[in-house]
């Protein structure tokens, strides 16, 4: 069993940054592969940005693309207010860093971030 717990989440404002990171507690942390999650309100969760086991394989989809970074520690970015959702890790083992978030099984309870104009 692998307990994710994500930390980092608040209220910025628009192109200043925030730091996420996702504590872990359970079996070996780095046979998994990461990847971040998020869901504003009202629609539907998507994928932020991934990594693999090795951290040799990375993903960013198109909306965060240049403005967030990914490492085996944390996700750094620069903000926009279309940004603001809640946010969250999860784990794959073994996993190859994919997007699709129905390869990861375990998830943390989500941090909030909100991004003022």
């Known amino acids: 069993q692998v307990r994710l717990v994500e930390v980092g989440g608040g209220l910025v404002q628009a192109g200043g940054s925030l730091t996420l990171s996702c504590a872990a507690s359970?079996?070996?942390?780095?046979?998994?592969?990461m990847g971040w999650f998020r869901q504003a309100a009202g629609k539907e969760r998507e994928t932020v940005a991934a990594i693999s086991w090795t951290g040799g394989n990375t993903y960013y989809s198109d909306s965060v693309k240049g403005r967030f970074t990914i490492s085996r520690d944390n996700a750094k970015n620069s903000l926009k207010p279309e940004d603001t959702a809640v946010y969250y890790c999860?784990?794959?083992?073994w996993g190859s860093g994919n997007s699709a978030s129905g390869m990861y099984d375990y998830w943390g309870q989500g941090t909030r971030v909100t991004v003022s104009s």
């Open positions: 359970g079996r070996t942390f780095s046979r998994y592969a």
């Open positions: 999860a784990a794959d083992l």
